[in-house]
């Protein structure tokens, strides 16, 4: 059964280093969506890719964050420099099409990230 | 804006105990409706969904009925075991173009022996 990947599953840093988060999302999937959860919280929007077109960043701290899909098909979230508050989960997730309200999103094991 | 609203947790129930977590919506229209399961250390896995009202969703014993009337979609299950320990999450997806999910605060479920 195809996954979503992601790498690493765990980061520790120091804050006001850069980090930096992969994932590969399910093949042929074309819609690409990067999450945020707090500990003891559902996840939240970070942003959303449609091949390698921004759709939606509304909720992205873009001081700090960025976001890229060049190809189209693998995508990299980083955080420079990073702070206390981010320490969180962040979840990749893909689904096929991300046209319809339908769509079932696949979401990858997420990546720890701990900002000490 | 479109919301979920879920039963506070945590829940602890006996192995073989009746489960019900509550989910209710606010949304314009009608979405498609979410459950989806994450266990410790892990990430999302969809549980069930339901497209249209009236629809009920199911999977590995857990049920959820899409209920227009009363805007909800409570998740059931007649028989938890240890392995259902987990947080649940009821979703729905908002945002005309994007349809992300809109995730409730979750629920964590302890089944013990």
């Known amino acids: 059964e195809a996954e979503v990947a992601q790498s690493p599953r765990y980061k520790i840093t120091e804050k006001s280093q850069a980090v930096a988060f992969w994932c590969d999302p399910i093949s042929g999937h074309a819609t690409l969506y990067w999450y945020r959860q707090i500990l003891g919280q559902g996840p939240e929007l970070l942003v959303q890719f449609q091949d390698e077109s921004v759709v939606d960043d509304s909720q992205l701290p873009k001081d700090r964050f960025s976001a890229e899909r060049l190809k189209g098909v693998d995508s990299t979230l980083k955080i420079q420099p990073a702070e206390l508050g981010d320490s969180a989960m962040y979840l990749c997730?893909?689904?096929?099409?991300?046209?319809?309200?339908?769509?079932?999103?696949?979401f990858g094991p997420g990546t720890r990230l701990t900002v000490l | 804006g479109d919301s979920v609203t879920q039963m506070e947790g945590p829940v602890t129930l006996s192995e073989e105990a009746f489960l019900t977590i509550n989910c209710t919506y606010t949304a314009t229209g009608y979405p498609s409706l979410f459950w989806y399961v994450q266990y410790p250390g892990e990430g999302l896995q969809l549980l069930l969904k339901?497209?249209?009202?009236?629809d009920k969703g199911s999977n590995k014993g857990f049920e959820a009925t899409y209920r227009k009337e009363t805007t909800s979609f409570h998740l059931e299950k007649g028989s938890v075991q240890v392995s259902d320990s987990a947080v649940y999450f009821c979703?729905?997806?908002?945002?005309?173009?994007?349809?992300?999910?809109?995730f409730g605060k979750g629920t964590k479920l302890s089944v013990i022996p």
């Open positions: 339901a497209t249209k009202a009236d």
């Open positions: 979703a729905l997806p908002s945002g005309a173009g994007s349809y992300q999910l809109t």
């Open positions: 997730a893909s689904s096929t099409t991300g046209g319809t309200s339908t769509d079932t999103q696949y």
